[in-house]
């Protein structure tokens, strides 16, 4: 009897595994009739060499095993299936899908072949639901099979405690294409951001993590490709499992996935982690005039939430046009596994996931208990990485910051908005600011977490740079295409009196001394402080406040820096050491305002500008702009790893967002007998060591703040 060509296989692991001697490959899909595996020629990507059915079904998925096929194998699917639109089913055997599961992908979306499931260009209402027989093979990208031999040699996660980490937000291509010291060809690739220059930069800043823009694979809409753009964010994913080759040095059949793990190994022995920025909330095919590219040809309700009332129409909580079905169990496991793969194979150290309301909505709107949330409490590796989620998306309801369940951090919009406000100079902003620089206990204590729940940013890729929010009172996002409608209109920025670059020295100077505000404050905050590439060194794009798709100079790291620059960069890293060293400024607890263990000072009180603590009427006052706080060196109520008290210096802060300058009368002999000046954000260069007793006065110059220190005899 003469052997079948295909085998019976395993219905697990998902996707195509190699074991030596051939490839297993197991897919998902409940509504389907039939599955095809299709393999191509690796000199012509176009032409189809062989094709085979998965004969087996388990549980809705299909599987085989196919001997003799080896690593390198391109393949792509096709799925046989109903094509009911207004039942939500969308299959087309004549449309080559890419494998949701795939762990690397080569080859790019030709836009122009028939890749849609009706014959474009769409016009009419019901075009989508016009079955289209062309076949598109040629114009969608291949699945790649892979054998894992990379050499890890005894690779291990930093494991960098939470209140002890500095979060660098960063495109792996827009960091190192301009840097001189990175050779070419590996300029914005993974190579290139973990060469030594890159990693001697990060650690000068004091980062313990980069945070990713999006790796996994990405696809460019075809609105940006007519206008010669892409998406350079890459918030538009197509596989979940595989790193863009995009940003490759070695290749796209497979050597992108090593090349990632040599950064991540290489970042690792430096002492910082990586975190991934992932898109699951929704996927690169678009509404219902999308392209048939991979989950919508599988199962397309499995994958995606529809309409209730019409299921051709997608459920759209992102303005991306589709959302991801966080209520199937299948498109849940996918999340589960993709997630898994990247801590376990790919070593990442965790996770800060766009949009992230959007997954936690239920049939019924977003809710902490969750399916999604629940999996990943449980689950024995993912509930032991960093979780930070974007608490918000464009639905309604859908700004839930502070209202993510334990495990997670959050990017803390009330944060940026605040410092944003305070330095501006904007009215009723003492308590709120209050809250912010203490860990924002009013939005996480409750729910059982700390003040490493909270992630302080005052800029994000998503807007204005740092240098921008002190340049621009408006956007600029003409170079988009988009007649400037692009882009947020409220920023809270303010450009020191002239919109946009000017030779004013005043305002030029006054510029300057904002950015270190701004980043003071961010360093002397409770929390997890982050970092956006390029703003330590004072990066502009020129008053764009959504370069999403400005893959040029308007976005990379410029490391041509001028005196300011270097200034500035100096500065950065000075605050960032000051943190590291003072314990008092990552504490892993909120404050009590009260004395701990056998103290001499609180852990926190906060004064007025004549030296008296401040009442409850004072927060209340409109025009407060000038307030100081004590954080008391000796009142940290945690002990070290080995169970030791910690005791550090206590930090006294002045900060002004008044346009004059204020005269601080220093607190009474009790709260300190001798204050030392080491943060003076007025002052271009690092501050010097002057020092004033108890009960002396200190001015503050208009829109600065200062740091004083009081020395612990244990800590000396």
């Given amino acids: 009897m003469r052997r079948a060509e295909v085998l019976p296989g395993r219905p697990y692991p998902l996707g195509a595994t190699f074991d030596g001697h051939g490839v297993n490959f197991a897919v998902f899909s409940e509504h389907a009739k039939r599955v095809e595996v299709c ?39 096709r799925v046989h299936g109903p094509h009911e639109p207004k039942k939500g089913l969308r299959f ?30 769409a016009t009419g209402k019901d075009e989508d639901l016009v079955f289209d027989p062309r076949d598109d093979a040629a114009a969608v990208p291949k699945a790649v099979v892979l054998a894992d031999t990379f050499d890890w040699e005894g690779d291990r996660p930093p494991r960098v405690p939470w209140h002890d980490t500095v979060l660098y937000e960063v495109h792996v291509k827009g960091f190192t294409k301009l840097h001189p010291r990175v050779p070419e060809h590996l300029r914005g690739t993974y190579a290139g951001l973990a060469h030594p220059a890159s990693i001697e930069h990060l650690k000068k800043v004091g980062v313990t993590a980069v945070e990713l823009l999006p790796i996994q694979h990405i696809v460019d809409e075809p609105f940006l490709i007519q206008r010669g753009l892409v998406n350079y964010w ?29 950064m991540v190994k290489l970042l690792h022995r430096a002492g910082i982690e990586v975190i991934l920025d992932v898109v699951y909330n929704h996927t690169c095919e678009g509404n219902h005039l999308g392209p048939t590219l991979s989950f919508k040809g599988i199962d397309n309700g499995a994958y995606y939430r529809l309409t209730e009332k019409d299921p051709r129409y997608y459920m759209d909580f992102t303005g991306c046009g589709n959302s991801w079905n966080a209520t199937h169990p299948y498109a849940l496991k996918l999340l589960a596994d993709s997630l898994r793969y990247w801590v376990e194979v790919m070593h990442v150290d965790g996770f800060r996931f766009d949009l992230a309301t959007t997954l936690g909505r239920d049939r019924h709107g977003y809710d902490t208990r969750a399916a999604f949330f629940q999996i990943i409490h449980q689950d024995p590796v993912l509930s032991r990485v960093k979780l930070i989620s974007e608490p918000w998306d464009v639905g309604d309801f859908g700004y839930q910051v502070g209202n993510f369940p334990v495990l997670w951090s ?91 670059e000017t030779s004013d020295p005043r305002i030029n100077a006054l510029r300057e001394q904002q950015k270190r505000n701004f980043l003071a404050t961010l360093f002397l905050s409770q929390g997890v402080p982050m970092l956006v590439a390029g703003d330590e060194m004072g990066r502009t794009q020129r008053g764009n406040n959504n370069a999403y798709c400005q893959d040029n100079e308007l976005s990379w790291v410029s490391w041509e820096l001028n005196d300011t620059q270097r200034e500035l960069l100096e500065f950065t ?69 080995e169970g030791n008290r910690i005791v550090g210096d206590t930090l006294l802060v002045l900060m002004n967002a008044h346009h004059e300058p204020i005269t601080f009368l220093l607190p009474a002999i009790e709260w300190g007998a001798d204050w030392e000046l080491v943060v003076d954000t007025a002052a271009t260069g690092e501050s010097h060591r002057t020092h004033t007793p108890a009960g002396g006065k200190v001015q503050v110059a208009g829109r600065s703040l200062a740091v004083l220190r009081r020395p612990s005899t244990e800590w000396d």
């Fill in 39 to 77: 393999l191509f020629d690796p000199n012509d990507t176009s032409k189809e060499t062989r094709r085979f059915p998965l004969l087996e079904t388990t549980h809705h998925v299909w599987h085989g095993y196919a001997p003799g096929l080896q690593p390198g194998t391109l393949y792509g699917l």
């Fill in 92 to 121: 087309n055997p004549h449309k080559l899908l890419v494998d949701p599961y795939a762990r690397a992908i080569h080859g790019k979306v030709d836009y122009k072949a028939p890749i849609y499931g009706y014959p474009a260009p």
């Fill in 234 to 262: 890459g918030y538009n994913t197509l596989g979940y499992f595989a790193p863009d080759a995009r940003y490759s040095a070695s290749g796209s059949r497979g050597e992108q996935v090593d090349e990632f793990k040599g």
């Fill in 410 to 500: 959050e990017w803390n919009g009330k944060y940026r908005d605040t410092i944003r406000r305070y330095w501006k100079g904007d009215d009723r902003q003492a308590a709120e600011i209050g809250y912010r620089l203490t860990g924002s206990s009013d939005l996480y204590a409750l729910s059982g977490r700390k003040p490493t729940a909270s992630v302080n940013f005052v800029t994000a890729h998503d807007g204005f740079t740092l240098h921008d929010l002190v340049t621009y009172n408006e956007k600029h996002n003409e170079a988009n295409g988009e007649e400037n409608r692009d882009g947020a209109n409220d920023n809270h920025s303010w450009n020191c009196g002239v919109e946009g």
């Fill in 573 to 641: 890293s000075r605050m960032a050491k000051l943190r590291r060293e003072q314990p008092v400024l990552h504490k892993r607890r909120f404050f009590r305002g009260a004395h701990m263990w056998d103290s001499e000072l609180k852990d926190l009180a906060w004064f007025r500008p004549d030296g008296k603590e401040m009442r409850k009427d004072d927060w209340e006052k409109p025009y407060v702009r000038s307030l100081a706080f004590l954080l008391g060196g000796d009142a940290i109520a945690t002990p070290d790893d």
